[in-house]
């Protein structure tokens, strides 16, 4: 115990030392104890001396000048033929001694596109079978039901029922691709001979529906001929007819681009933002019309990355008179050297999910150019019987 207060009283004792060596009047420092001294000065140089300056010359004068404005490449013609539908015979009736037998072909207008049953009636009255191996569906009415007329003449008694067509959107998708019809069918049967059944043409109520393209700034959206090659001339189509649609953008002075369409919208209007809508293309480039309505339309495989087609079967909006719509599609550019991943893909719905240049996982970043361009008004028409 001794030990330790006397090692703490000689640390005291040398602290206090220190504190009268430096505070203490009339203190001389040790004389061997040399102060740091200072840097020495180090004078700037002038690598201009006398104040002048050297000026530059050039042996030829300069001759650069801004590039000028691009331009927009002319439109090749190529030969083209707007296709014109056929009047379809897809109704018959079979007029029986008490009843009526209507059978409808399931590809109603001759376009390709099957009609559902559930849309179909005969008066107030279901169809009642379904004729698989005839592609047919079967509607029965007894002459006094499903809310028939009779109509009395001199010579025949005349039974006549409608056959109604009123096509639902399919899925989610406020969009229907055949058209509203209403088919009269008759029965004569003679007032003095027996009973006996007489073809009837079935006469259509028919439905347009107009789009138009138009090039906005560098990016662009253009309608196509069926074999891809030219800008199509004409801006009318009937529904059962494919879209096809060009989405480029122009190169001029850039690095190499690739071209996507983020989303695409369907409308009544020019305004995107109006009802109804029908937005096709969504979630960074997937076009989902194909697996909503059980349609065709998909991106094509790529053949030029600066360039995207895609095909999309015609529609119209359900229950709407207007015959006019407008696509709205959103086009985003990134260089060719950025990824095609999530948020940068053209993805199509082919008995799964499939990307355009083969990057199918992308379907389950680096944008600098970007923008909106509309297409619309064109007609789509409908086959006329």
Same mark, same amino acid.
């Given at each position: 115990m001794v030990m330790k207060c006397t090692a703490l009283c000689l640390v005291a004792l040398a602290l206090l030392g220190s504190l009268c060596d430096a505070q203490w009047p009339g203190y001389t420092s040790d004389p061997n104890i040399q102060k740091p001294r200072p840097p020495p000065r180090q004078e700037s140089k002038n690598p201009f001396p006398d104040n002048q300056q050297s000026k530059q010359t050039f042996q030829k004068p300069l001759t650069w000048e801004y590039p000028e404005d691009p331009k927009p490449d002319p439109k090749p013609e190529g030969p083209f033929e707007l296709r014109h539908p056929v009047p379809a015979a897809t109704v018959s009736v079979e007029c029986r001694e008490r009843d009526a037998k209507v059978a409808v072909k399931k590809d109603m207008f001759g376009i390709g596109q099957f009609i559902s049953g559930s849309d179909l009636t005969l008066g107030r009255c279901a169809v009642a079978a379904d004729d698989v191996a005839n592609q047919e569906f079967i509607l029965m009415a007894e002459l006094h039901d499903c809310? *028939? &007329?009779?109509?009395?003449?001199?010579? +025949?008694?005349? #039974? *006549?029922?409608?056959?109604?067509?009123?096509?639902?959107?399919?899925?989610?998708?406020?969009?229907?691709?055949?058209?509203?019809?209403?088919?009269?069918?008759?029965?004569? !049967?003679?007032?003095?001979?027996?009973? &006996? *059944?007489?073809?009837?043409?079935?006469?259509?109520?028919?439905?347009?529906?107009?789009?138009?393209?138009?090039?906005?700034? #560098?990016?662009?959206?253009?309608?196509?001929?069926?074999?891809?090659?030219?800008?199509?001339? =004409? !801006?009318? #189509?009937?529904?059962?007819?494919?879209?096809?649609?060009? @989405?480029?953008? $122009?190169?001029?002075?850039?690095?190499?681009?690739?071209?996507?369409?983020?989303?695409?919208?369907?409308?009544? @209007?020019?305004?995107?933002?109006?009802?109804? $809508?029908?937005?096709?293309?969504?979630?960074?480039?997937?076009? %989902?019309?194909?697996?909503?309505?059980? &349609?065709? *339309?998909?991106?094509? @495989?790529? =053949?030029?990355?600066?360039?995207?087609? +895609?095909?999309?079967?015609? +529609?119209?909006?359900?229950?709407?008179? =207007?015959?006019? %719509? #407008?696509?709205?599609?959103?086009? $985003? @550019?990134?260089?060719?050297?950025c990824p095609i991943d999530a948020e940068h893909r053209a993805c199509s719905f082919i008995s799964g999910w499939k990307e355009a240049s083969g990057i199918d996982p992308a379907c389950d970043s680096f944008v600098e150019w970007e923008g909106d361009v509309t297409l619309g008004p064109i007609p789509i028409m409908e086959a006329a019987a």
């Open positions: 809310d *028939s &007329s009779v109509m009395m003449t001199e010579d +025949f008694i005349i #039974y *006549s029922f409608t056959v109604n067509y009123d096509p639902r959107p399919v899925g989610t998708a406020p969009v229907v691709r055949t058209s509203k019809a209403a088919v009269i069918v008759e029965c004569h !049967y003679p007032r003095k001979h027996n009973v &006996s *059944s007489l073809p009837l043409d079935p006469h259509w109520i028919p439905f347009s529906a107009v789009k138009v393209a138009e090039e906005f700034l #560098y990016f662009t959206l253009k309608l196509m001929t069926d074999d891809w090659k030219f800008e199509r001339p =004409s !801006y009318q #189509y009937y529904l059962g007819d494919m879209i096809r649609i060009e @989405a480029a953008v $122009k190169q001029y002075y850039h690095v190499p681009l690739r071209v996507y369409v983020t989303h695409c919208t369907a409308t009544l @209007a020019p305004d995107v933002n109006s009802n109804p $809508k029908y937005m096709f293309i969504q979630n960074h480039g997937c076009l %989902i019309d194909a697996r909503v309505t059980g &349609s065709d *339309s998909r991106f094509m @495989a790529r =053949s030029e990355e600066n360039k995207l087609q +895609f095909q999309l079967e015609a +529609f119209r909006f359900h229950e709407v008179d =207007s015959g006019m %719509i #407008y696509i709205t599609c959103h086009l $985003k @550019a990134t260089s060719t050297a």
